[in-house]
């Protein structure tokens, strides 16, 4: 079983970054959806299965912490691994994210940093299937990779 | 040693020319002279600027971070993030455009504090002109860094309150 990923940044060139990263993570991706801005991805995230959400913070329309509330709030996606992926400085934002079960890593990351939180989201190795231990993503535990 | 805003910004630009694109910078030694950026960049420069606004230490705290960078460096920046061998226009204009982003929030939060607020808008780039990146001189309110960078130029202007900085322009 491999993973859908839903990568939602208002940058096209920081999304194909994201992307190659996740493609390099060592887990089995079926398909990679993109999103510019937190109502295209709510609606991308509607449409299609989605395994994990890679999620920027400040974007037009609709910001990344929007599209995680509404995501928590809807039973189909309430429990999807999300990964906050942003320049976001404040600790009260970044509390708030992860409050709401969300990792959180710092732009600009290291392509290493990145496939870790992702792994560690997703909660499996590169070789288990999705969903097997998204509860072992402990909100507040970054593992270091603030940079 | 704490560093003033001119460093704050030089240094930060250095850092993630590094990680978001392996590109080597280094403050340049002789800034250009001139009335603004644009002017001392070659003809193909891009620019792009990140409004904020928010509250340090109890106070309002809004303005803007401009970047500037001349038409090799959009370009390396592009490439390297993308993993590609020629990015195109609309491509180094939102490379430009994200690396302002990061720059914009990581010397907010440094000059901030962890317990200040930001909302970033959505990057605007384009052409290095006045409207983005390469428009009025460091003056009060503002500073500005000048960067060596692989392949060209760059440069970093902030303009904020001086509230955000202590009493010897220094990011507490």
Do not use: Y
């Amino acid at each position: 079983m491999a993973f859908n990923v839903l990568i939602v940044d208002d940058s096209a060139v920081m999304r194909a970054m994201i992307a190659r990263v996740v493609r390099l993570s060592g887990l089995p991706i079926a398909a990679i959806h993109e999103a510019g801005d937190g109502a295209a991805g709510l609606a991308a995230a509607r449409e299609h299965w989605v395994d994990l959400v890679l999620l920027d913070v400040n974007m037009p329309v609709m910001d990344g912490e929007e599209m995680l509330r509404r995501l928590r709030a809807a039973p189909e996606t309430a429990d999807v691994p999300v990964v906050v992926v942003s320049t976001e400085g404040s600790e009260a934002r970044r509390h708030a994210l992860e409050a709401l079960g969300a990792l959180f890593i710092r732009k600009p990351f290291k392509p290493e940093g990145l496939r870790d939180v992702i792994v560690r989201a997703a909660g499996v190795t590169p070789d288990s299937p999705p969903h097997a231990a998204h509860a072992a993503a402990a909100p507040g535990d970054d593992g270091d990779l603030d940079f | 040693m704490q560093p003033t805003p001119q460093r704050l910004l030089a240094t930060t630009a250095t850092s993630t020319f590094e990680s978001l694109a392996l590109l080597l910078a280094e403050p340049a030694l002789t800034p250009p002279a001139g009335p603004g950026a644009a002017d001392a960049l070659d003809a193909g420069a891009v620019g792009a600027r990140v409004a904020f606004a928010g509250t340090a230490r109890g106070a309002p705290a809004g303005g803007a971070l401009a970047v500037a960078v001349s038409a090799g460096v959009a370009a390396a920046l592009a490439e390297n993030m993308l993993g590609v061998g020629a990015a195109g226009a609309d491509e180094r204009r939102d490379a430009v455009g994200e690396f302002a982003n990061v720059v914009c929030g990581h010397v907010l939060s440094e000059a901030g504090g962890p317990e200040a607020v930001f909302r970033l808008a959505a990057p605007v780039s384009g052409d290095a002109g006045a409207e983005v990146g390469g428009g009025a001189a460091a003056g009060p309110g503002a500073w500005r860094a000048w960067l060596d960078v692989e392949g060209g130029a760059a440069c970093v202007t902030l303009e904020a309150p001086a509230a955000l900085f202590d009493a010897e322009g220094r990011a507490p």
